[in-house]
């Protein structure tokens, strides 16, 4: 079983190579995420959903629409650096600008309207070298 899935994988990487030299619509290297809107879409809206209203199945995912605990710039700011529960962190994945535009994005969308800026001190604990195992 483990073996037939190898083999399968084996077979879609030796596939691939034909088009890796083909520059994509965005030119050859991967799109990188800069605005809080696509560092969302890419690394949050799988779990939060793209209306930030959550969902549960699974697993439980709150809703970040419409939610007073994202007054507290450090309190989303450590959840999202630190991970929790069944949330991943990110302090390594996200640099800190796009720490800054992700807090603010979700901050003043999705029915929350706090414009207080994030500061440096809030998103200090991103970009950090992947921990040591
Ligand atoms: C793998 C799924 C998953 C991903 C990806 C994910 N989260 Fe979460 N998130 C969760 C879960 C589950 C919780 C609830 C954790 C708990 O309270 O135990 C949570 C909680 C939160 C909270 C706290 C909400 C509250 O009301 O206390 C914030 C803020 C948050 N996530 C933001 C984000 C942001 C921003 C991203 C993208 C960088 C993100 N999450 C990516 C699953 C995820």
Same mark, same amino acid.
């Given at each position: ?43 949050? !809206? ?7 209203? +959550?969902?549960? +199945? ?24 630190? +991970? ?13 600008? !796009? ?28 970009? !950090? ?5």
């Amino acid at each position: 079983m483990i073996r037939r899935l190898l083999i399968g994988l084996a077979a879609a990487a030796l596939s691939t190579p034909a088009f890796a030299d083909e520059p994509g619509p965005g030119g050859t290297k991967p799109p990188v995420a800069r605005t809080g809107e696509e560092v969302y879409r890419t690394f949050c !809206q799988a779990c939060h959903m793209a209306d930030a209203r +959550g969902a549960v +199945g699974a697993a439980a995912f709150p809703a970040l629409a419409a939610n007073p605990r994202m007054g507290t710039t450090a309190y989303a700011a450590y959840v999202i650096a630190n +991970g929790k529960g069944g949330m991943p962190w990110f302090r390594d994945t996200l640099s800190k600008e !796009q720490a800054r535009e992700l807090i603010a994005y979700i901050r003043t969308h999705f029915g929350n309207d706090f414009r207080e800026p994030v500061t440096p001190d809030d998103v200090a604990a991103f970009g !950090q070298p992947p921990p040591r195992r």
